[in-house]
Nanobody
């Protein structure tokens, strides 16, 4: 059973930056897909950025040019670099992984963008 743990959230002013980290208990190299999702109060969970099976990346339009997803397979770790943060980026951010029909989720980390 894969365990995912997020860290790096916090309070940041508009225009600021944060880097989220997702650490997996097992190999992420073999995962079909891994990505970052977020859920704001009263809204559904949405994709932020992901590595898809082809090896390419996929970003939500709202974060293109501001967020960058990356991974270090040797450390079983995935990152989300978030720059030029906006108040509408405020949400709980989740690390998610999918492999062989099973979806894994972390517990989430809160990101609040406010002055």
């Amino acid at each position: 059973q894969m365990q995912l743990v997020e860290s790096g959230g916090g309070l940041v002013q508009p225009g600021g930056s944060l880097r989220l980290t997702c650490t997996a208990s097992g190999s992420i190299f073999s995962m079909n897909a891994m990505g970052w999702y977020r859920q704001a109060p009263g809204k559904e969970r949405e994709l932020v950025a992901a590595f898809i099976e082809s090896g390419n990346t996929n970003y939500a339009n709202s974060v293109k040019g501001r967020f960058t997803i990356s991974r270090d397979n040797t450390k079983n770790t995935m990152y989300l670099q978030m720059n030029n943060l906006k108040p509408e980026d405020t949400a709980v951010y989740y690390c998610g992984g999918y492999n062989l029909g099973t979806t894994y989720w972390g517990q989430g980390t809160q990101v609040t963008v406010s002055s």
